[in-house]
């Protein structure tokens, strides 16, 4: 993913859906980090969406499944 296209990922994520840095990394690896992804893992993220958004579901639907997976919750 190109420095271009992870900065759109997390203005995405920041503006319209509300997400912080909260300490773990948003792909659902775990992994401590002081903002949204550790290093190389917005790719991840990213691929994961797609594949989500290959079946019936809406972007909302498929963010918010990555992120309950990614945070262990059952909402945003």
Not at 3 to 32: A, M, S, T
Not at 70 to 76: A, D, E, H, W
Request: with cysteine; net charge positive; glycine share 10%.
């Amino acid at each position: 993913m190109s420095n271009q296209e992870h900065i759109r990922v997390v203005d995405e994520l920041r503006d319209h859906w509300g997400f912080r840095p909260n300490g773990r990394c948003y792909c659902g690896c775990g992994n401590k980090t002081g903002v949204y992804f550790a290093s190389g893992h917005d790719s991840r993220f990213a691929s994961s969406l797609l594949a989500a958004l290959r079946g019936d579901a809406s972007v909302e639907q498929a963010i918010q499944r990555l992120v309950e997976r990614s945070l262990g919750q059952n909402s945003i």
